[in-house]
């Protein structure tokens, strides 16, 4: 079966973890989520700065640490 459970990293973070968590459930570096986050969020076709932000902000306070239960979406 597919899991896909997502957290929030402990080791791979800068402000609250998500773009690590991101990064580590899909086995890629940081860095890379980080700049997909940045470039969808100045684009000009992209959502904007204040949508990412309270996006980024409800992916913190929804998802569970690394060491919590994951949020399981099976």
Do not use: H
């Not at 609250?16 to 100045?42: D, Q, S, T």
């Amino acid at each position: 079966m597919l899991d896909i459970s997502f957290y929030r990293s402990a080791t791979n973070k800068w402000i609250f973890g998500v773009c690590g968590g991101i990064a580590e459930k899909l086995n890629v570096n940081p860095m890379w989520v980080r700049l997909g986050v940045l470039l969808i969020a100045i684009l000009p076709a992209g959502l904007s700065i204040p949508p990412m932000v309270l996006i980024y902000v409800a992916l913190a306070v929804l998802l569970p640490n690394q060491g919590d239960a994951p949020l399981d979406f099976d």
